[in-house]
């Protein structure tokens, strides 16, 4: 069973930056679609990002269009989440996600995803 692990949360001011890693212990997550999500208290969980899995074609949430962004580390074994400009709405619990490699369409969605791991927090505050 894969196991995802995400790090990279913390405390930032509004404008700042942080960056997320998601990974499974020995395994490339390369093939698969990564998903990442994020659930602020009281509120619905939101498909934020997606990276397919062998195109590397990436689709956003409109909240976070043109401040984050998706890609595969160097060695093709994870996956980074950069967000920028944050905001306070943007403090959330952060879930990465795998899924068959077709799984990233244009609306990220919670279904196509099936192997989830813990979750990082973020905090935007001034």
């Known amino acids: 069973q894969l196991q995802l692990v995400e790090s990279g949360g913390g405390s930032v001011q509004p404008g700042g930056s942080l960056r997320l890693f998601c990974a499974a212990s020995?395994?490339?997550?390369?093939?698969?679609?990564i998903g990442w999500f994020r659930q602020a208290p009281g509120k619905e969980r939101e498909g934020v990002a997606c990276?397919?899995?062998?195109?590397?074609?990436?689709n956003y949430g409109d909240s976070v269009k043109g401040r984050f962004s998706i890609s595969r580390d160097s060695s093709r074994m994870g996956v980074t989440l950069q967000m920028n400009a944050l905001k306070l709405d943007d403090s959330a619990s952060y879930y990465c996600?795998?899924?068959?490699?077709?799984?990233?369409?244009?609306?990220?969605?919670?279904?196509?995803?099936?192997?989830w791991g813990q979750g990082t927090q973020v905090a935007v505050s001034s």
């Open positions: 990276i397919a899995g062998s195109t590397d074609r990436t």
């Open positions: 996600a795998a899924g068959e490699a077709g799984a990233c369409f244009s609306r990220v969605r919670e279904r196509e995803y099936d192997n």
């Open positions: 020995g395994f490339s997550l390369d093939p698969l679609s």
